[in-house]
């Protein structure tokens, strides 16, 4: 079963509005990372968070780490058509072992409109 | 550097074919691992490495075999290719064992068809 829960699944916002997208998880946070993926193309690393309370920003791009909550928000403000796109949340959990794995939630999609 | 790097781009299969996706980093990363993307799904993790000799299972293992022979490689296997597993496969990359600690460079994907 899917770890990662992102809310919504889809969203569309007018040109100059802003969104957040969240990212939750069933297990203990060790790190999170947002990518952001063009449709049909790869992924494009946005920031990655490790400490509960952390908060980045990257261009309009914020995102914040919640450790008590297991939870990161990422907030675009004033969107541009240039934000579209899908947006993953990937969750840093423990693997077997000493070793820690990657697993990402279902993506967000996001259309922005003129 | 040529980062991550994926081949082939594109691949037709039939039912029962076996064919191996290869991956491969120049940068030295202990960390790969390999995904698959479906509509709707984001990405599921099917197997990871933590060193040469070293792999793990991920979310979605079944029908997937893996090594890791060299730091440099890490090729993932098909040993009987079934339309359930056509999908666009990502492999990527990262300097430290430890997943959360660095960022995860991704290769450009493999877009699978199994007919």
């Known amino acids: 079963s899917q770890e990662l829960e992102q809310s919504p699944q889809s969203l569309i916002v007018q040109e100059g509005k802003n969104l957040t997208i969240n990212c939750t998880s069933s297990?203990?946070?060790?790190?999170l990372y947002w990518y952001k993926q063009k449709y049909g193309e790869g992924l494009i690393f946005l920031m990655m968070l490790q400490k509960g309370g952390e908060e980045k920003s990257h261009e309009k791009i914020t995102a914040k780490l919640d450790e008590k909550k297991q939870q990161s928000s990422l907030h675009i403000t004033a969107s541009q058509p240039s934000h579209a796109g899908i947006y993953l949340c990937?969750?840093?959990?423990w693997g077997t072992g000493t070793a820690s794995k990657l697993t990402f939630g279902t993506g967000t999609r996001l259309q922005v409109t003129l | 550097n040529a980062g991550v790097t994926q081949t082939p781009k594109f691949q037709v299969l039939k039912t029962g074919q076996s064919m191996t996706l290869q991956c491969a980093q120049d940068?030295?990363?202990?960390?790969m691992s390999w995904y698959r993307q479906d509509p709707g799904m984001g990405l599921r993790l099917i197997h990871y490495?933590?060193?040469?000799?070293?792999?793990d299972q991920g979310e979605v293992p079944n029908g997937y075999n893996v090594s890791r022979s060299t730091t440099e490689d890490f090729p993932l296997r098909l040993l009987s290719a079934a339309p359930s597993q056509t999908s666009v496969y990502f492999c990527a990359s990262s300097y430290s064992r430890l997943a959360g600690t660095y960022e995860q460079y991704f290769g450009p994907g493999t877009r699978l068809t199994v007919t």
């Open positions: 940068m030295n990363h202990e960390y």
């Open positions: 990937g969750a840093v959990t």
């Open positions: 490495s933590v060193g040469a000799g070293i792999t």
């Open positions: 297990k203990t946070l060790y790190g």
